[in-house]
């Protein structure tokens, strides 16, 4: 039998798709083809969940159980797909880690992501035919509502729309954006774009990255609107006014594989002594006001996922910018551009 028909057959992952639910069974099975471990040694799996969908860890371990596995799991927050609990990889066989899609060659990862089902409803498409002026528009959102996107981008033809679907760097997905990267959209010639998914910090990053209208439509809550940067930005530049009068910064480094940029605080390092301030790289394995207030720095520099200096700056007493932040607080560059990894 097919070493991936194997692995299907002894983890149970329809029941796992189910209780992640709303999941296309048939999308996930091909992950497997890419393992090339003789599954008779698997004895161990670690479990790594995101914290939404932690609820449901017990009762995954409770079926891999069913199946013969001692079942190890994750405390890790599991932030993203950047986000390998590589520690607990030494204790198990393989490591199933949920909710996103493949990003780093980590070997014994299996990766189970999470999808959501959804429908342009009538009235969705309704909304979007009087609101989406533009003709020619690329579609874009995260892995759990991309894999659809093929279904979505036949659908908008029918309407009259010219859709664009790319692929963008390290994602699964044609569409797929992640909050560190936007490559799906570079040479992007669309008149607009079109991001179907939750939240508002991927369309607001997609506006930013590309300069081009973006519309926001929620397929859960219906929610739609034209994405505004200039509050987004208006925060932005108010935390680099107050970078600019800084002494010395202190620049966080992770120690998460995936959101590692050692190399590029060691420039940041030289930029900032370069202009006459002073340096310090701090690596820590997680970017929280208790773990570095303690340290008497007068600004943060995030090199870890840019999320962190978007989302979590108000927890912070000192500023929290990014690296091309720093660049302009220093007057090295002048244009505002969107901190990204991959
Ligand atoms: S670095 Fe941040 S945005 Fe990028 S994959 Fe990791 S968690 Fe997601």
């Not at 698997?42 to 013969?68: C, H, M, N, S």
């Not at 429908?119 to 309704?126: F, T, Y």
């Not at 973006?214 to 108010?238: A, G, Q």
Request: net charge neutral; glycine share 6%; proline share 3%.
């Amino acid at each position: 039998m097919e070493l991936e028909s194997l692995i299907l057959n002894r983890i149970d992952f329809d029941y796992i798709f189910s209780l992640l639910s709303r999941v296309d069974k048939h999308k996930n099975g091909q992950k497997f083809k890419d393992l090339e471990v003789d599954i008779k040694d698997v004895k161990t799996l670690g479990l790594q969940v995101p914290d939404g969908l932690k609820y449901w860890a017990r009762e995954i371990v409770e079926k891999l159980r069913e199946e013969g596995f001692e079942v190890i799991i994750s405390s890790s927050p599991t932030y993203g797909a950047c986000d390998v609990d590589t520690e607990l990889l030494k204790y198990v066989d393989y490591l199933i880690h949920i909710g996103h899609t493949k990003l780093l060659d980590v070997d014994r990862v299996i990766y189970v992501p999470y999808r959501v089902d959804y429908k342009l409803s009538e009235d969705a498409l309704n909304l979007l035919k009087e609101s989406v002026t533009e003709r020619r528009i690329a579609i874009i959102g995260t892995a759990n509502y991309a894999w659809k996107f093929q279904e979505i981008k036949m659908l908008l033809e029918k309407e009259g729309y010219e859709v664009i679907l790319r692929m963008g760097r390290n994602v699964e997905y044609p569409g797929q954006v992640l909050g560190c990267n936007y490559s799906v959209l570079d040479k992007n010639d669309s008149d607009a774009i079109l991001f179907i998914g939750d939240g508002i910090f991927h369309p607001l990053g997609a506006a930013i990255y590309s300069g081009k209208k973006v519309y926001r439509y929620s397929p859960l809550t219906n929610e739609f609107e034209i994405v505004k940067v200039e509050d987004f930005l208006k925060k932005r530049y108010s935390l680099i006014a107050r970078a600019s009068g800084c002494e010395n910064f202190c620049i966080l480094v992770s120690c998460k594989e995936g959101q590692n940029r050692i190399s590029l605080a060691r420039k940041i390092l030289s930029k900032i002594e370069e202009k006459g301030r002073r340096g310090y790289i701090l690596l820590t394995n997680e970017i929280k006001p208790e773990v570095i207030e303690s340290f008497n720095f007068d600004c943060y520099v995030n090199t870890a996922c840019p999320r962190i200096a978007y989302d979590d700056w108000k927890t912070f007493k000192k500023p929290l910018i990014t690296p091309q932040e720093l660049e302009i607080a220093l007057g090295i560059r002048k244009d505002y551009i969107l901190d990204r990894i991959y």
